[in-house]
T-cell receptor
Framework: NAGVMQNPRHLVRRRGQEARLRCSPM?????VYWYRQLPEEGLKFMVY????????ESGMPKERFSAEFPKEGPSILRIQQVVRGDSAAYFCASSQTGVDEQYFGPGTRLTVT | QKEVEQNSGPLSVPEGAIASLNCTYSDRGSQSFFWYRQYSGKSPELIMF????GDKEDGRFTAQLNKASQYVSLLIRDSQPSDSATYLC????????FGAGTRLFVKA
């Protein structure tokens, strides 16, 4: 039973480029969450999605960031025109019902040069 | 007041001792409570969840919930150096909120 999958595990982008991070939830899970974590800091909630719908995007910056979870395929977190401050670990988590425990993927480490 | 508060630590305990990690939350309507462990450079890993007042034991871990005091704790018995990590408390009311985590260091 595969867990939450994220790819790529490491991503290097130059300033101004776009970053696309992918997340496939656990089998049977339709709720996906994205978090950002800076070194030595806590998890920061970004966005919560359920198939084809954004439920809560209160933690996502208004500009340059977007997320989707299409009917088919993985959830995508997209960062346009990346800046050095976007360098962080981005974790995806999934849950079955939205009120139960979340399971985390291994994360994508984004480095902006 | 933060919605989920944890002492950032570090909490240092000797090997074999009991480590006690605490978490308080502000929303009285919270229904679900979770503890995660995160090793440096890794993703959070679910350790336990608890929904009802009282204690819940799983191996060396015991989660304790007191809804009246809005308090949830995690006890780790017979602490091992491999338990050294950051422990995250998460609380769900209408959404899941994570605390900032407590760093635990178990000295050999």
């Amino acid at each position: 039973n595969a867990g939450v999958m994220q790819n790529p595990r490491h991503l290097v982008r130059r300033r101004g480029q776009e970053a696309r991070l992918r997340c496939s939830p656990m089998k049977g899970h339709s709720h996906v969450y994205w978090y950002r974590q800076l070194p030595e800091e806590g998890l920061k909630f970004m966005v919560y999605l359920q198939k084809e719908n954004i439920i809560d995007e209160s933690g996502m910056p208004k500009e340059r960031f977007s997320a989707e979870f299409p009917k088919e395929g993985p959830s995508i977190l997209r960062i346009q025109q990346v800046v050095r401050g976007d360098s962080a670990a981005y974790f995806c988590a999934s849950s079955q019902t939205g009120v139960d425990e979340q399971y985390f993927g291994p994360g994508t480490r984004l480095t902006v040069t | 007041q933060k919605e989920v508060e944890q002492n950032s630590g570090p909490l240092s305990v000797p090997e074999g001792a009991i480590a006690s990690l605490n978490c308080t939350y502000s929303d009285r309507g919270s229904q679900s409570f979770f503890w995660y462990r995160q090793y440096s450079g890794k993703s959070p890993e679910l350790i336990m969840f608890i929904y009802s007042n009282g204690d819940k034991e799983d191996g060396r871990f015991t989660a304790q919930l007191n809804k009246a005091s809005q308090y949830v704790s995690l006890l780790i018995r017979d602490s091992q150096p491999s338990d050294s990590a950051t422990y995250l408390c998460a609380v769900h009311s209408f959404k899941t909120i994570f605390g900032a985590g407590t760093r635990l260091f178990v000295k050999a």
